[in-house]
């Protein structure tokens, strides 16, 4: 099921206002991306890729419908877009399964979510996908972790490095070190070995 609609014309504002009506929706209700493209003898000419909120919504469900089949597990998903990001919360028969060995399976998926709906659409999509909640309880326990360290190293002016992490856990980590102004947070390495060191400023 692709449901990426175009739309091309020689004015943008009227291309824009087409796009809205023809898909009945608000401006606020749908994901575009827009390109302009200047011919030899045609002039210029605008192109508008668009999809509804709901359709980018039923694209995501195909894919977790079919990640369900090859998985043999049933999954039921709910799916919020809140500001810029589209966060899917599974919850299945097995979520052991689904997130594996320290979250490794489940941000597999969403990596996999994100780069195939980035292919079907050029939007940009900021996809977070969750089982069980699991990311929110491995975010507070991180938090809590990382503010024993802060106090650590303020105590010992000794640094701290900490384990591997993905992008977003790494982002969480600068932004609570961040409230502790004598520390700073460095991150070393590539990923999936990328880490972050928690030390006093010099």
Known sequence: MNTLHRFEGKNLEV?????????????????????????????????????TKDEIIKEIRQFINELAKKMNIEINSEIKIENENINVLLVTDNNKIMIGKDGKTLNAIQIILRQSMNELTKFGLRIIV??????????????????????????????????????????????????????????????????TVVKFKD
């Open 130 to 195: 969750d089982v069980g909640n699991y990311k929110n309880k491995r975010l507070k326990n991180l938090e809590r972790e990382v503010k024993k360290i802060c106090h650590e190293v303020l105590k010992t002016k000794v640094e701290v490095k900490l384990d591997p992490m993905n992008s977003y856990e790494r982002r969480k980590v600068h932004s609570i070190v961040s409230e502790f102004p004598e520390l700073e947070s460095i991150s070393y390495g590539e990923d999936p070995n990328r880490y």
């Open 15 to 51: 291309l824009k206002k087409e796009c809205l009506e023809q898909l009945n929706v608000n401006e606020d209700e749908l994901y575009t991306f827009e390109t302009e493209e200047t011919g030899l003898f045609k002039g210029k000419k605008y192109i508008i890729e668009a999809m």
